[in-house]
Antibody
Framework: EAQLVESGGGLVQPGRSLRLSCTASAFTFGDYGVSWFRQAPGKGLEWVGFIRSKPYGGTTEYAPSVKGRFTISRDDSKSIAYLQMNSLKTEDTAVYYC?????????????WGQGTLVTVSS | QSVLTQPPSVSGAPGQRVTISCTGSSSNIGAGYDVHWYQQLPGTAPKLLIFGNSNRPSGVPDRFSGSKSGTSASLAITGLQAEDEADYYCQSYDSSLSGSRVFGGGTKLTVL
């Protein structure tokens, strides 16, 4: 069964940067798009961004709340996706999940990682 | 304020049937984009429950079913069990928000 494991979360000061990793296994990583989502404490799910598979251009899309600050990339040779987060704000505090994505007249996520907590605080 | 609207909570007794609604607009569900549903058990990551409006991934019991009509979708759970107590989220795509996947605010299901 496909598995995704996030890492790299922790406590960071406002304005600083952090990079999260999403390590995939048990499937051909390069064949799939990958999304990042987040969930603030006690709140609902929020889509952060998405990277297409290389056959579909490897292009990225971002939620307006993070566009220009966050960057998603991928290394298919290592089966890892990254979320580079710059200029972090206190409102970015959340559990961050990476997912494997599929398409059915809209994108959806069929496998989720366990999440990694990012706390932005001075 | 979520783009898709779900009731904050629903409840039912074991064995009963409950439904969770997900209301959108002409730029998301009403535009023909599929609706997907996720289940989030307490303290865990979300899990795909229904994709493409009404399809169940392998391993999801047939007690769970989804439907879509117009600008709304629904998740039905029959034969309610204690382990169904969780948060449920609907998700679709909105053409007015570039690249955006949109969610409902989530519905807390309580099994009485």
């Amino acid at each position: 069964e496909a598995q995704l494991v996030e890492s790299g979360g922790g406590l960071v000061q406002p304005g600083r940067s952090l990079r999260l990793s999403c390590t995939a296994s048990a499937f051909t990583f390069g064949d799939y798009g990958v999304s990042w989502f987040r969930q603030a404490p006690g709140k609902g799910l929020e889509w952060v961004g998405f990277i297409r598979s290389k056959p579909y251009g490897g292009t990225t899309e971002y939620a307006p709340s993070v566009k220009g600050r966050f960057t998603i990339s991928r290394d298919d040779s290592k089966s890892i996706a990254y979320l580079q987060m710059n200029s972090l704000k206190t409102e970015d505090t959340a559990v961050y999940y990476c997912t494997r994505d599929r398409y059915s007249s809209s994108w959806y996520s069929d496998y989720w990682g366990q999440g990694t907590l990012v706390t932005v605080s001075s | 304020q979520s783009v898709l609207t779900q009731p904050p909570s629903v409840s039912g007794a074991p064995g009963q049937r409950v439904t969770i609604s997900c209301t959108g607009s002409s730029s998301n569900i009403g535009a023909g984009y599929d609706v997907h549903w996720y289940q989030q058990l307490p303290g865990t990551a979300p899990k795909l429950l229904i994709f493409g409006n009404s399809n169940r991934p392998s391993g999801v019991p047939d007690r769970f079913s989804g439907s879509k009509s117009g600008t709304s979708a629904s998740l039905a759970i029959t034969g309610l069990q204690a382990e169904d107590e969780a948060d449920y989220y609907c998700q679709s795509y909105d053409s007015s928000l570039s690249g955006s996947r949109v969610f409902g605010g989530g519905t807390k299901l309580t099994v009485l």
